[in-house]
């Protein structure tokens, strides 16, 4: 979103051997609703860490909660957070959930897909 206070905030984590950057497309749509995206482009290599990443999950909502972004026009309500990830990346999703506190400024939603054949 262009402008927008106490918007709500996602994490989202990529599958594996790829990057953020192949979601560009998603993340986009998440925006155009006035949802505030982030998405570490961390752990992109044969081996990654499955636990790493859902760290960088936890601190991409901490960054997008404590900062003001864009021009300043934008914030994201530490009540209103999700975290998603796309097959590797549901994994991590998953993790940094469960690692997370519980309470007012926890993750509400987590989305994970994994496509089996």
């Not at 994490?11 to 505030?36: C, K, N, P, Q």
């Not at 690692?99 to 509400?108: D, Q, R, V």
């Amino acid at each position: 979103p262009a402008t927008g206070k106490n918007l709500p905030g996602v994490a989202f984590a990529h599958d594996w051997i790829t990057s953020a950057h192949r979601y560009h497309g998603t993340l986009d749509h998440l925006a155009s609703w006035g949802i505030v995206a982030a998405a570490p482009n961390t752990e992109t290599g044969l081996a990654p860490s499955v636990l790493n990443l859902a760290y960088d999950l936890g601190t991409a909502l901490d960054i997008i909660t404590g900062v003001r972004l864009g021009s300043g026009e934008i914030s994201v309500h530490p009540g209103k957070l999700g975290i998603a990830g796309h097959g590797f990346g549901a994994s991590a999703a998953v993790f940094a959930a469960a690692g997370m506190p519980s309470g007012p400024h926890g993750a509400k939603a987590v989305f994970a897909a994994y496509p089996t054949v």
